[in-house]
């Protein structure tokens, strides 16, 4: 991946488009088994590695390895990761750290 605008790793399931939707409504929808394996490249996004998931229905077995993102955006910094509800096995070189920052 070069020069990826947003989120190059992603499950986000507090996304409303054009605010139709209410957050305080979590979704309904259960997501598991997903890996994230042997991704590299560049990010014009601060949040590399965004993980955030229903607080009604928690990600389940989700599987990040090997992902060696840089940020090269036009703001000062360093790639990050967010993640809620999310309790990700994590092996293999990782940069950004995952699940540094939980924001739920």
Known sequence: MDNVKTNPVLIDQEYFPYGQCQAKVPSKVKISNVSFKN??????????????????IPCQNVQVADINLTY???????????????????????????????VA
Request: glycine content about 10%; aromatic content about 2%.
């Open 39 to 56: 991704i590299r490249g560049t990010t014009q996004d601060l949040v590399a590695v965004k993980l955030v998931c229903s607080r009604g």
């Open 72 to 102: 090269n955006g036009n703001k000062n910094g360093t790639a990050t990761s967010e993640c809620a509800n999310v309790k990700p096995t994590v092996s293999g070189f990782n940069h950004p750290q995952v699940c540094a920052k939980n």
